[in-house]
């Protein structure tokens, strides 16, 4: 088991930029793929981002690549989620997952198996 929490959001003028991290705990998340994935208010939760066990590879939604990077340190147990070029239309609670390595398709919500309870981001225009 192990257990995630998100931190980071706040408020941001379009074009900011914003930093979440996500801290594990129970297990070293060296032991997981990591997904960070988002739901805006009356949309269905989404694949934003999803980072290899170490890191070395990164998927991202078409729509983010870009302006969304991934990133973690295993060393510190956190993963990380840079973003840039803040649009409105980027609000929404931002959550990252662990999911099992061995299963194919990294941006596949059914992958993941442990969530956190999620950041709020919110974009002003």
């Known amino acids: 088991q192990v257990q995630l929490v998100e931190s980071g959001g706040g408020l941001v003028q379009a074009g900011g930029s914003l930093r979440l991290s996500c801290a594990g705990s129970?297990?070293?998340?060296?032991?997981?793929?990591m997904g960070w994935f988002r739901q805006a208010p009356g949309k269905e939760r989404e694949f934003v981002s999803a980072?290899?066990?170490?890191?070395?590879?990164?998927i991202y939604a078409d729509s983010l690549k870009g302006r969304f990077t991934a990133s973690r340190d295993n060393a510190r147990n956190t993963v990380y989620l840079q973003m840039k070029s803040l649009k409105p239309e980027d609000t929404a609670i931002y959550y990252c997952?662990?999911?099992?390595?061995?299963?194919?398709?990294?941006?596949?919500?059914?992958?993941?198996?442990?969530w956190g309870q999620g950041t709020q981001v919110t974009v002003s225009s």
């Open positions: 997952a662990a999911g099992d390595p061995r299963r194919p398709g990294m941006y596949n919500i059914d992958n993941y198996d442990y």
């Open positions: 129970g297990r070293t998340l060296n032991n997981y793929v």
């Open positions: 980072i290899s066990r170490a890191g070395g590879s990164t």
